[in-house]
């Protein structure tokens, strides 16, 4: 077996020195960030609450002017009379929610776990992407998701090959849908949870969060496949304009067979996903 050449073992000390170092910072402040995190999660229960509420005013003929998304959540927040306040609290909490999650994945990717660092890293980019979303409105401007949606739908459908990357993040935005069904269908909900199935609230409130959970990813899943679906339509039709988000894919189901009810169960269980946040930002794994 060779020995490392004398020269180089100060530097390859120090670099794992440094790296240690490293780690540890970033464990401190994700430890820092951690409180203000939380608040992240009340700040999504808020938004799902409020999408839940104008997904069901859609389906009802009421919703014309308001889109069940983040932004339309957002713009209802910004008409409250503490709108100003409310809006630059959520995005100090978001951002902090974001951060927290680059830096967990930062520390899973250095401990070599590469599944867990992309789910940090993903999160951190949404609620980062939520965060600037709120910033707009705080500084007393608006954003429009599905506007935002179609614009990078046609750069990417102007790029080479990019009917086939619009189709393939139609699969991929179905496949996380499916996979939410999946998870409101079973008892994966409690893996959001610290301590899995021994922590959360007890009793009858324990299985009322446990159920407003599985009822939320069951209503996120079915959402965000109809979202995937319109992709794919876009790529097969090359039509940029058939994409759309989140306020789409709930138009869409209001004009499918039985819309009205499915919508209104879509609305219902989206805020029911707002209770199972607030659950989080007390018991939850961030």
């Known amino acids: 077996m060779c020995a490392v050449p004398p020269s180089r073992e100060p530097a390859a000390a120090a670099g794992r020195r440094a790296g240690a170092d490293a780690e540890h910072r970033a464990r401190q402040a994700r430890e820092r960030l951690e409180p203000v995190a939380r608040a992240g999660f009340v700040v999504s229960g808020v938004l799902h609450v409020l999408i839940g509420v104008l997904a069901v005013r859609i389906a009802l003929g009421g919703g014309s002017g308001s889109s069940a998304d983040s932004s339309g959540a957002l713009g209802e927040v910004a008409r409250t009379p503490f709108g100003a306040f409310a809006l630059w609290a959520a995005v100090v909490a978001l951002a ?3 951060l927290w999650q680059l830096l967990d994945g930062a520390l899973e990717a250095r401990a070599k776990d590469a599944q867990e660092a992309a789910k940090g890293l993903g999160k951190g980019v949404t609620y980062l992407v939520l965060a600037g979303t709120a910033l707009t409105f705080a500084r007393g401007g608006s954003s429009s998701s599905e506007s935002a949606t179609d614009d990078v739908t046609a750069a990417l459908m102007g790029s080479p090959g990019g009917v086939l990357l619009v189709g393939a993040v139609g699969l991929a935005v179905l496949g996380v849908g499916g996979y939410l069904v999946y998870k409101g269908c079973s008892r994966k909900v409690r893996d959001d949870l610290r301590g899995g199935r021994s922590a959360g609230p007890r009793g009858r409130a324990g ?6 959970g599985r009822a939320g990813y069951l209503a996120e899943g079915v959402a965000l496949a109809v979202v995937g679906a319109l992709f794919v339509v876009a790529a097969v039709r090359s039509d940029p304009s058939e994409a759309g988000g989140l306020d789409a894919a709930m138009r869409t189901l209001v004009g499918a067979p039985f819309g009205v009810a499915l919508l209104v169960a879509v ?19 961030l």
């Open 96 to 98: 902090a929610l974001g």
């Open 267 to 285: 609305g219902v269980g989206f805020a029911l996903y707002g209770v199972w946040c607030f659950v989080r930002a007390r018991w939850g794994e």
């Open 207 to 212: 299985r009322a969060a446990l159920w407003a």
